[in-house]
């Protein structure tokens, strides 16, 4: 039969172009998503700085919370302390190890430097002189320059000069100073940033490795090209973000791959039933015909995965790139696409493809001839049992995840269920897709049938006649809808109830920025400035709540806010219910009302929290405030939080002015006299707060916007298909009087009809994902977001549709109803 697979396609090409199209297509897009996850779990670094170690030793860069499973990630660095420096040049297999401070240091000439370091830990990359000598105290050895110039750096928000000693053409944008200015210029000289270790020549590097590890438990010993790991610990903590990117996307657009796939197989193969029931008529065996429908899905298929390999590499690098872009993956990570991405494309798009033809070949070999050329003709049967059971579980899982969205999930975290129900939601109402379509159609007929007249009765009676097949058309619309208006006011709304939450507290009228730092000199300078009734530092990190255990934050951590102690008049962002933050000082802290509630620690109780660079402190509650659900924060001092930051910097103030007073000038005078400080107002901080969300919304627009790219290749795909399919019904028409324009007048009243089907359906799947979740990340259970969104997901909709349909069938009603164009 594989001969006669063959034979088929030649003369079968519309339909199997539309699954070779939908294969390409479902391959490329998995592949790259297969690519971006291969990426995340290797995050291959080449090591610079660090390249000439043997072994590196870190901090561990994440905390296990008491009574807890899962390690709560830690944001900054960690570091090594210095008195473990002996122990581990004292480990056996240890021939030397170099401690390595790091600190920013920013050039005010224009210079790339960004980077300070001790000169001994140059031995590590190794940095070699070309000019000059070692740095000497107020001595800087650079990249570039003149021996003996001076040269001002930016160190912890202050400019300080240093003389150019020397000359490292490979340092980048490092410089190297004496080792007891770096120990002076960094922020806590009790941690180095890492140690770098050599090994004796011919000793085990594992062995090595693991007594390293015995030194202390809180150490991460790297080798090879995790080294590159260590030298960036941003790309570590990007890892996890890169990995939950590509796993949740890829799951979506697998899912949605193999039933585009399947759904444009099966459709192909339901237009071909006649010949199937002819087939069966002259004797061909139910087995027969079931290995030539197998034979013609792997023909299709083979081949466009073959083909879909191309594209994909070059959408898994490009969305690789635009994601290092938007700070989602580390730029220093290799991307990786090996065979492992392209077997799982592949795999999925021939498991679907093949899955089809196993359902379609069932079907078809089942059915006794006579009773297969009348289904052909009426398709009267909506669908088996199979197929009802599947669908009745997908909806039940749509509304079991509604109801846990509705009931259990809070704030942000609603998003973990919402996101995966309105899949469910699609897939369920896909496979019972006619039962959908008649309950929809009955309802718009008499609108649309009042305003076309006769062509619309005719157009509706065609549809009734045929509803059957006319839910293949509605479905894929169904599905761009819904997915798209879902996603993407699922982001638009969270962005804003974020944006909401912390605005609705926020007091400060200009914040003073610098990446640099601003120092306390700065921040003095601002408290006098004519009409700043207050300013206060305001620093940004994550932590842990260790003690109490029941505290309302997961494994992700507890954001951590630091501002200044201030009064009634103070800039923090928040409303206090008991106690004040004019005791904010020291080892102090202020939490939100609900986890005071919850876990019973008021104010002058005790709570205990492992900060980001994994410092455990006891902190002394002195206030509570108020805070939505979901967007909880911890309030601390805000030199506490800076020193327990990888950069130790404070790079915001924020302002408060005296009713009717007009800081900005005065504020800008004083910018002006400090090297890269700048004055912005509050939609500023508004922005920094919504970073994250906005970096994770444009994530979502443009994979969501490439999977609804997808689906509109469906939606053509299965238009196109069925509109070639009538060629003989439209002939039928032609020869009993209706001409050219009558029919395709009729055609626009079904493509009206189709696209309100399948907006109507769309947008009922996408509200009952939206509602449950728009109701618990903010204070309405009505999504935000602009309308314009929702009016050009349904204008593609509308336009895809109509030309789908009315373009090829413009092209087969030029010929005469006579002609062979019109013979199936």
């Known amino acids: 039969m594989m001969r006669q697979a063959i034979r088929t396609l030649r003369h079968r090409k519309s339909g199997f172009i539309a699954t070779f199209v939908a294969v390409v297509f479902g391959t490329a897009i998995v592949m790259a998503c297969g690519g971006l996850m291969e990426t995340g779990i290797r995050s291959n670094v080449d090591p610079q700085r660090l390249a000439g170690t043997s072994l590196v030793v870190s901090g561990k860069q994440s905390h296990l919370r008491p009574g807890q499973e899962d390690a709560t990630p830690l944001p900054e660095r960690v570091g090594v302390p210095v008195d473990l420096l002996a122990k581990i040049r004292s480990t056996q297999g240890v021939s030397s190890a170099i401690g390595d401070y790091t600190f920013p240091a920013f050039a005010t ?29 107020g001595e800087v050895v650079v990249a570039s320059g003149k ?35 770096a120990a002076e210029l960094v922020r806590n000289p009790g941690r180095y940033a890492d140690v770098g270790v050599q090994v004796a020549s011919g000793t085990n590097l594992d062995e090595v490795k693991k007594r390293l590890q015995k030194v202390d438990g809180n150490l991460t010993v790297s080798q090879g090209v995790d080294r590159g790991l260590a030298e960036h610990p941003d790309a570590e903590s990007q890892k996890t973000a890169l990995i939950a990117v590509a796993g949740s996307f890829g799951g979506i657009a697998a899912m ?70 938007h700070g989602v993956a580390s730029p220093v990570i290799e991307f990786s696409q090996g065979w492992i991405p392209f077997a799982a494309g592949a795999g999925a798009a021939v498991l679907a493809a093949v899955g089809a033809g196993i359902i379609a070949a069932r079907k078809s070999a089942k059915i006794r ?34 109801i846990v969205t509705a009931t259990v999930m809070t704030g942000p975290l609603a998003a973990s269920t919402a996101g995966p129900s309105i899949l469910c939601w699609a897939i369920g109402v896909a496979l019972l897709g006619p039962f959908w379509t008649k309950a929809v159609l009955a309802f718009w007929r008499w609108p649309v049938q009042a305003l076309t007249r006769v062509n619309g009765r005719l157009a509706i009676r065609n549809l009734s006649a045929r509803s059957v097949a006319m839910s293949a058309a509605v479905m894929p619309v169904m599905l761009a809808v819904g997915i798209s208006t879902a996603n993407l006011y699922m982001q638009t709304t969270q962005v804003h109830a974020s944006s909401e939450a912390f605005t609705r507290d926020l007091r400060a009228d200009a914040v003073l920025v610098s990446d640099a730092g601003l120092s306390s000199t700065v921040l003095e300078q601002v408290r006098a400035t004519p009409g700043v009734a207050s300013a206060s530092a305001f620093v940004r990190s994550i932590g842990a709540v260790d003690e109490p255990r029941n505290a309302p934050f997961d494994e992700d951590g507890a954001p951590v806010i630091g501002v200044d102690a201030q009064g009634a008049d103070g800039t923090a962002p928040v409303r206090l219910t008991s106690g004040s933050l004019a ?69 915001q103030i924020l302002v408060r002015a005296t009713p009717g ?48 790219a997808y689906t509109a290749v469906s939606v053509v795909n299965t238009l196109v298909s069925s509109t070639l399919r009538r060629r003989r019904e439209f002939a039928l028409q032609r020869l009993t009087g209706s001409t050219r324009f009558q029919v395709l007048r009729m055609l626009w009243t079904e493509s009206t ?7 109507t359906l769309g947008t009922a799947i996408a509200l009952a994902c939206l509602l449950p979740f728009s109701a618990k990340v903010s204070t309405s259970a009505i999504p935000t977001g602009p309308l314009w969104i929702y009016g050009v997901i349904v204008a593609a909709a509308t336009i ?25």
């Open 109 to 137: 000439g224009g210079s790339s430097i960004a980077e300070g370091h001790n000169w001994s830990s140059a031995a590590l990359a190794p940095y070699h002189l070309s000019a000059g000598h070692a740095p000497r105290s």
């Open 147 to 181: 021996v003996g110039r001076h040269l001002t750096l930016l160190i912890n928000g202050e400019p300080k000069s240093f003389t150019i000693s020397g000359i490292a053409p490979t340092a980048s944008t490092h410089a190297f100073f004496s080792d007891d200015d």
């Open 256 to 325: 949605t791959m193999m039933f585009v796939v399947a759904s444009t197989l099966a459709l192909a193969a339901q237009h071909r039933e006649r010949e199937f029931a002819l087939l069966r008529g002259i004797g061909t065996t139910p087995g027969q015909v079931r290995r030539m429908i197998l034979g013609e899905a792997l023909l299709v298929s083979l081949p466009a995965v073959a083909v879909g390999v191309i594209p994909g590499t070059f959408l898994g690098r490009f969305l690789f790139d635009q994601l290092s872009t």
């Open 369 to 402: 001839p006579v009773e297969a050329l009348a289904e052909a003709s009426l398709q009267r049967k909506w669908f088996g049992w199979i197929r009802l059971l599947f669908g009745l579980l997908f909806l039940g899982g749509g509304l079991a995840l509604l």
């Open 583 to 651: 005791g904010l000082t020291g080892s102090t802290v202020a939490i939100p009302d609900y986890m005071a509630t919850k876990t019973g620690r008021g104010v002058g109780s005790e709570v205990t929290m492992t900060l980001g660079d994994g410092t455990t402190v006891k902190l002394r509650v002195v206030a509570t405030f108020a805070a939505e659900r979901g967007y909880e924060t911890i309030i601390m001092p805000a030199s506490l939080v800076a020193a327990h930051t990888t950069d130790g910097l404070t790079k």
């Open 661 to 708: 007073a007009d800081v900005r000038p005065g504020l800008a005078k004083l910018a002006a006299a400090h090297p890269s400080v700048q004055v912005a107002d509050r939609s500023t901080l508004v922005a920094a707060n919504a970073e994250d969300l906005q970096t994770q919304a444009w994530v979502n627009y443009m994979l969501v916007g490439m999977l609804i």
């Open 753 to 759: 009809l189709v696209t309100l089907a399948g907006v």
């Open 800 to 824: 895809l549709t109509f030309a789908s349909t009315l373009l090829p069938a413009t092209t087969t009603l030029r010929h005469a109803p006579t002609q062979p164009t019109y013979t199936d």
